[in-house]
Each structure stands twice: as C-alpha cells, then as structure tokens.
C-alpha cells in the first residue's frame, strides 16, 4: 500500500514538474509573443512615420511642381505679352518708316516738278524779258534825251536787268558739273551783293572739299542756300545779311542772320518760300528752326547730322 502511494506521489510530481514546465514555457512563448507584437508595432510607426515623410516629400514635390508650372505660365503669358507688343512695335516702326519714305518720295516728285518749273521760268525770264531789257538799255543809250532823264531811266533798266538777273540765278539749276561748289558759293553770295539795297557776307567752313559730297547733295544743299536768301531777298527789307555754311564731324550747319523787319512767331512756318525750305530741309534729312521777332530780323538754323551726309564713293574710301 505505502508502495502504491509513493508510486502515485512520484507521478503527481512527475505530471506537477511536466506542468510547470509547460507553463514556464507558456510562458516564454507569451513573452516572445509580446515581444514580437512590441516588434511589430515598433515597426509599424517606424513605417508610419516613413510614410508621413514620403507624403510629406511627395506634397512638397507637387507644391514645387505647381509653382513651376505657375511660373511657366505666367513666363509664357509675359513673353506671349512682350512678343505681340515686339511684333506691334515692328509693325508700327515699319509703317513709320513706309510713311517716312512716301513722305520722301513724294517731296522728291515735288522738288522736282518745282525745279522743272523754276528752270522753266528761268529760261522764258532770259529768253524774254532779260533779252528785251537789254534791247531797251542800249536804245536809251542811243535816245538823244536829256542826260538826267535818260540817266534815270538807264538806271531804272540795270536795277531791274540786276534784279531779274538775281531771280534768274535762283530759279536755274546750279551747273556743279562746269563750276565746284566752293565756287558757285562764291559766286551766289557776290550776286546777293550785286543787290543795292543790302549787303550779304558769306563765310563757307572749311573753305575747300565740299567736292567730297555726292554730287546730287550738293545740288539739293546749294537749292537750299538758294531758297533760304531768296526768302531773305523777298521778305526781309535787311541791310546786312550773314550766310554761314559749316560742315564737321556733327554734320552740315546753315546758319543766316539778318537786320530785316522780322516776322512774328506764327508766320514762320507758313508761306510758300518757307513751306519748299522745309520741305527741301526734310529731304536732305535735317531739321529746320525759325527765330523771329517783329523789327528784330530773322535768324534761320538748319542742321543736316552726318549719317544723313552722302559722300562719294572715292571720299568714302578715304
């Protein structure tokens, strides 16, 4: 009997040992559980917080992104903008610049009709009238009159031979192909002197290689010199006048001066002789000023700059 309880103390002690290791093993394996789940948590919000990173790195990404798209249309937009206002402003600048040349060409077919007519007027004022007051001077001098009379009337003849002979220089083409232009100058300005009622002092600087002009430009220049002193003639009732034409390196500068009877300052751009200079000014491309006062003379400024100068080919060379 003692024998069959020992045997049964020894299996309860048995099964007693085989529990409780089983239960230090449950144990063990609910402490790895736990330790695994602490594991996996641990690694879900390290996840988490990788994921939060990425959408935070992605939304900046697509923040910049949209900015640089924003900017790009707005860049485009700008250029679109600035591109048209380019294209307008050379399309505006073109047809200036068409306007500026039928503007040109039209004054060129205007100087031209008006030098056909002037050269026109010129020839029947030599054929006729010059001609006739010729025929008349030397039959005065063959008239049996009184010495003072005809003196008189000889007088009278000359000064008007002079005077046409004056508006005959004006109106005629200038021959720069017989005669330089230094010399024509010259030339123009003692005929001015030749008139009684005034005197005229003419300075031309430099003195020589006006010749280095194109020859057509030197015609247009002299056509203006020619204008300029017959509105002088015309109007001025001066007693002295000053004829400056200077070229340097700015450009070609007319300048004249008299004592007249002035004109005032709303009647310096009207009137015939004044509309054909600033139209001839304009064709040469310069720029005309007009200061006058009554009963203070005139003083007339033109100024053709040097990129509007044309030289000829052999001065261009040089």
Known sequence: MF???DSLSSKDLYHQSCINKLSEQLKEEKAGAESLRQIIRYRNAQ???EGQKRAEVYQLYGFSVAVLLLLAALLYLFYRRSFRRQVADIVQRNKMEQDRLLMVERVRVRMESLDEERERISRNLHDSISNNLVSLGLRLRAMEAGVGQKQELLYMVESTHR??????????????????????F???????????????EGMLLPEEGWSELHLKFQTELFRVVQEVTGNIVKHSKAARVTITLRRDQDGISLMAEDDGVGM?????AVGFGMK?????????GGDIQVSSKPMSGTVVRIFIPTNKVPYTAVAALD
Do not use: C
């Open 3 to 5: 024998l069959a309880e």
């Open 47 to 49: 996840l988490w917080k």
């Open 163 to 184: 005077e046409i002979r004056a508006i005959m220089h004006n109106l005629s083409s200038p021959s720069l192909d017989a005669m330089p232009f230094e010399q024509l």
């Open 186 to 200: 010259r030339y123009h300005i003692e005929l001015m002197n030749g008139k009684s009622e005034f005197q005229v």
């Open 264 to 268: 005032n300052a709303g009647l310096t």
């Open 276 to 284: 054909n200079l600033k139209a001839r000014v304009e064709y040469l």
